[in-house]
């Protein structure tokens, strides 16, 4: 490559670097003008410089605003003329951390652009095992401090992203810094995918403590081969055990074959499902049965979807429907579904953010009383 050493260089270098210095390797091994390293905040409002970090409180830059931006948003590398700078996508699995910014001296061919691309890759699953070490590149993400339950909460999710074999999933929390009780988890094979989203009752660590054991408890059995019906019923005898029916979890439990296209549901509360067919949004119907936690010895019952290929479901938990303007009205279904049929060119993690930004721009003012969890379930072609 004209603009670096080689990428055996950079594979070189991310390998032998320790975890906390992996920004300083891919620096020294693509020897360019300039380089950093930006990471996006919890809240997917902007990104923040790592090897130059920025100060609590400082935005960064906008992922609304520039190339940089654009680069993170469309997951395409932006070369930026005026500047001489090459903003590339860094992704893990589909995973969105960040991007890479070089400073070039001039735009490169096809040929080094594609190594380069190789390169941030190659960086981006570098950091998604770092985080395991070091606190670097949590501390580079935080616009704010985050409040204990909110690190509680981020610290059981599985990422914001995924591209599998046929499917694409995205997610994420509001308000990022000081989430409640909602969360949402997923576990990927070859071709099925099992996603789970939780609102457990109360706020702050209450909210937490509550979630926590749920989502733990629906691991343990998944994990252990439990099919949704046996996950759902293990978690209600979890958190019935601990709260003795004072305390519930709603939960929505999913399971898709990205082979034959059928979606298995378990409703157990109040998260609501949409499905996006072209330029169609329905409201899928389930039967809603007991929170988790109500008794203890509930007996759960698989539902059946067929979806078509390109269909989207959106999941989103109570927080986000029943958000209210500063007008006095619901967000309610129609806005809903307005929101949802407005991604229908987006990719799944763009869409999220869409969905999210609409529900900010719609509750603007006004006080924030519940949490929000938004997740995007594509079956691609």
């Known amino acids: 490559m004209a603009t670096t050493t080689g990428l055996s260089a950079v594979y070189q270098a991310l390998r032998a670097a320790p975890p906390y210095a992996l920004p300083e390797a891919i620096r020294d091994a693509l020897q360019t003008q300039e380089v950093e390293l930006l990471l996006a905040d919890y809240a997917q409002v902007a990104m923040r410089p790592v ?57 490169p061919d096809a040929a080094d652009l594609a190594d380069l691309e190789e390169a941030a890759l190659a960086l981006g699953h570098a950091l998604r095992g770092a985080d395991r070490v070091t606190d670097r590149y949590q501390r580079a993400r935080r616009l704010s401090r985050l409040t204990l339950a909110a690190e509680m909460q981020w610290g059981l999710l599985p990422g914001t992203g995924h591209r599998g074999d046929g499917y694409r999933l995205a997610g994420q929390l ?101 499905r996006l067919r072209g330029t169609d949004v329905e409201l899928i119907e389930l039967e809603q049965q007991l929170p988790l936690g109500m008794f203890g010895n509930t007996r759960y019952q698989e539902q059946r979807v067929t979806l078509q290929r390109g269909d989207r479901i959106m999941v989103v938990s109570d927080g986000v429907a029943a958000s209210r303007s500063s007008a006095g009205s619901d967000f309610g ?49």
């Open 51 to 107: 090897l130059t970090l920025a100060e609590p409180g400082v935005l960064g830059v906008r992922i609304d605003n520039g190339e940089a931006g654009r680069a993170f948003a469309s997951q395409l590398s932006r070369w930026e003329k005026d500047t001489g700078r090459l903003h590339l996508p860094v992704t893990a699995d589909g995973d969105r951390l960040g991007v890479l910014c070089l400073g070039l001296e001039e735009e």
């Open 174 to 274: 509001e308000p990022a810094y000081a989430v409640y009780g909602d969360n949402f988890d997923w576990a990927c094979d070859a071709d099925t995918v099992v996603v789970s989203v939780t609102n457990g009752m109360g706020e702050g660590m209450r909210a937490a403590l509550l979630s926590t054991l749920a989502v733990t408890a629906l691991r343990n059995a998944r994990r252990s081969g439990a099919d949704l019906e046996e996950q759902a019923g293990l978690a209600d005898e979890a958190v019935y055990a601990q709260y003795g029916g004072r305390e519930h979890v709603s939960t929505l439990l999913l399971r898709f074959d990205a082979k034959s296209g059928e979606l298995a549901a378990v409703d157990a509360g109040s998260p609501k499902m949409l």
């Open 333 to 381: 279904e129609t806005m809903l579904e307005s929101v949802v049929r407005s991604t229908r060119l987006q990719p799944a993690d763009e869409a999220v953010r869409t969905m999210i930004r609409g529900m900010l721009a719609f509750r603007e003012g006004m006080d924030v009383f519940d949490d929000a969890v938004v997740v995007c379930l594509d079956w691609t072609a």
